[in-house]
């Protein structure tokens, strides 16, 4: 141990902050690099979304070049309708296209250290479906943020402020990072006027989307979200969380003293008042942080599942149910994949995203 030169507190001999005043010091030693199992499995994750299916999910047959098999002549499911990502064991999400929508405009992207509990990101786009290529820039939107998040660990000095500020700065440069991968997906669209979409319609309404992402750092959860998309924290034992706030109408509605039940079911209850893309007014995404320190799930999800749930607790009381039917059913992929089955039970309406991470702290 030495000793600051501005404070005179006691420092360690490979630290470059002072943690009591924040002076920068010349360590002595070498710190050492993170574990290899700490460093997060990203975009190798990432599969390849388009296309159709080869195989037809019906009969088996083959499916022709025009996408509809050439035995039954039944319509190939697209790659996109429905996709899993789990990077590992204790992280999982499911996305799909729902039952009324003819695309999927949602999009996941996720990363996760191999150690349970030790560093992931969860992320989650919406895309508008009133604008041009919405599918295309959530997707965009969802891996570029998680690139982001991913391959920085910056850690601020040391301190839990610093650590949170640090997290919190991710989360901005993540969120410009989402809106510049949908800003190119509007310039892409303006290069090629095709008969389905005109350089007048994206002009009009260019591409856009939701935004939320979660960043779990050991015991340190932070969350970012812009427009509707949502992230809860659902402990085993005790009060479930809404981490999020919707930028929204609905949520105008609430806050001016309307009922949830009341705002989030009328005639403008979806419209949203922040998003990312060319025409959105801001999109520096509201943070929460909370410390994780008691065993329980955290979800990431669209509107496709919490319009059917709204309430923390009511969405909490689904998982507890879901997860309770079997011990498999209690593990992140699976309980995943319950969780937009039950949204697609009643009436997938929408698309529907959800992201889970198991945390077990200890």
């Known amino acids: 141990m030495t000793s600051c030169?501005?404070?005179?507190?006691?420092?360690?001999?490979?630290?470059?902050?002072?943690?009591?005043?924040g002076a920068d010091l010349s360590p002595t030693v070498t710190a050492p690099g993170p574990a290899p199992a700490e460093a997060m499995d990203t975009a190798a994750t990432d599969i390849d979304l388009t296309g159709t299916a080869s195989t037809c999910p019906a009969c088996g047959g083959e499916v022709a070049t025009d996408g509809y098999c050439g035995t039954c002549g039944a319509r190939a499911p697209k790659h996109r309708?429905?996709?899993?990502?789990?990077?590992?064991?204790?992280?999982?999400?499911?996305?799909?296209?729902?039952?009324?929508?003819?695309?999927?405009?949602?999009?996941?992207?996720?990363?996760?250290g191999a150690v349970p509990g030790s560093h992931a990101v969860l992320?989650?786009?919406?895309?508008?479906?009133?604008?041009?290529?919405?599918?295309?820039?959530?997707?965009?939107?969802?891996?570029?943020?998680?690139?982001?998040?991913?391959?920085?660990?910056s850690r601020g000095i040391g301190t839990a402020v610093s650590l949170i500020a640090a997290i919190v700065a991710r989360l901005g440069a993540a969120a410009d990072a989402a809106n510049e991968a949908v800003l190119e997906v509007t310039r892409n669209a303006r290069r090629v006027d095709t008969p389905d979409v005109a350089a007048a319609d994206v002009s009009l309404s260019p591409a856009?989307?939701?935004?939320?992402?979660a960043v779990v750092e050991e015991d340190l959860l932070v969350v970012g979200s812009v427009g509707d998309s949502r992230a809860y924290w659902v402990p085993d034992v005790g009060d479930a969380t809404a981490l999020t706030l919707d930028d929204?109408?609905?949520?105008?509605?609430i806050a001016a003293g309307v009922l949830r039940t009341e705002a989030e079911s009328g005639p403008q209850s979806h419209a949203i008042t922040r998003w990312l893309g060319e025409d959105a007014p801001d999109h520096k995404p509201t943070t929460a942080t909370m410390t994780l320190a008691d065993p329980g799930w955290l979800l990431v999800c669209s509107d496709g599942l919490w319009n059917y749930c709204s309430a923390a607790q009511d969405l909490a009381d689904l998982v507890y149910k879901t997860s309770a039917t079997s011990p498999a059913a209690a593990e992140p992929l699976a309980l995943a994949e319950a969780l937009v089955s039950w949204a697609k039970a009643q009436g997938g309406q929408d698309n529907i995203s959800a992201a889970l991470a198991r945390i077990q702290p200890g």
């Open 5 to 21: 030169p501005s404070c005179h507190a006691a420092v360690g001999e490979s630290e470059e902050y002072c943690e009591a005043c």
């Open 81 to 112: 309708d429905h996709f899993s990502e789990q990077p590992a064991p204790w992280v999982a999400a499911v996305c799909d296209r729902g039952l009324r929508h003819t695309r999927n405009e949602d999009a996941v992207a996720l990363a996760a």
């Open 123 to 153: 992320v989650v786009c919406d895309g508008v479906s009133s604008s041009v290529d919405s599918d295309l820039a959530s997707l965009a939107a969802a891996r570029a943020a998680r690139d982001v998040l991913a391959s920085s660990h």
């Open 208 to 213: 856009s989307c939701t935004f939320v992402a």
């Open 248 to 253: 929204s109408f609905a949520q105008m509605q």
